[in-house]
């Protein structure tokens, strides 16, 4: 066991730094030390945890499986010292200079990330964003292990210690070509819905819209001639052919050719359930003043319309 007071506080904030930076340059700027300092920090942490907790690899420094596993208990108690000390009550976002790592899908970052940039750029010039790509889903779980400072997506499944903030909902549509053969009327019936060839996007079954299942519960059945990894190459696919597509709303609105396609609610005897997208954070970093203007700014960015 680790004598207590042998251990630095300061290491423990560098060592956080170097966490979400992975790289030594970076973690300076966020702890205001010069780049020798932190160097010898990580020479003292390797020290005090007896591992070498970083080795580099692509990207940058990789922590080791005991940085992994120390970081999580470190960060809560950083966070339980910074609300101790008030520290979290103070934050000047024209000064600060921090990072914040967001966990997103990669449909995300098309609809969610270039206006949240440019509102992070207008007010706070010194804030750098790390994003990781996640799966369908893992953003909460990314946020429960402290690989992530905020979680983004379609979470209907949250890991205990996590808060959420609903930012938007939005709708499953049918999408097709405005040619499309089988057209009445600007959509589809069900017999020509279900006799067409369908594209759709692959998931786990914990998250989303399982329009299958739906389908199912109906004794309706459709053909799936393609199974892509996300929503966003829908509309390339459909362009000019006779397919059906599914897709989310807000999603067309980004879509070059989005005048060349029609969306129309899915024509079955039942209604398909919205999609509810959230933020998702940690109670650690609930009261933590700069992780609270974040949310703030993210949740505004969520509720500007797509153009």
Known sequence: MIDLSRVDLNLLVVFDALMTERQVTRAAAQ???TQPAVSH???????LF???LF???PGGMQPTRRAHDLHVPVRAALAHVRAALGSQISFDPLTVRRSFRLAMTEVMTLELLPRLISLIRARAPGLDLVILGS???EAGDMVAEGEADIGLGVLPQLPDGLLAQELYTDALACVVDRHHPALRDGQLALEDYLA???VTVAGPRHVGIELDELLSRLGLVRRVVAVLPHYVAIPAVILGTDLVGHIRERLVSIHANRGDLLLFPPPIPMP????RFLQVWHTRDDRDAGHRWMRALIAEAASEPLS
Do not use: I, M, S, Y
């Open 55 to 57: 080795t580099r690899g």
């Open 31 to 33: 702890v205001r030390l």
């Open 41 to 47: 920090a990580l020479r003292r942490l390797r020290h």
């Open 196 to 198: 067409a060839d369908h």
């Open 135 to 137: 799966g369908a889903g």
């Open 272 to 275: 398909v359930p919205p999609l």
């Open 50 to 52: 007896e591992d070498e």
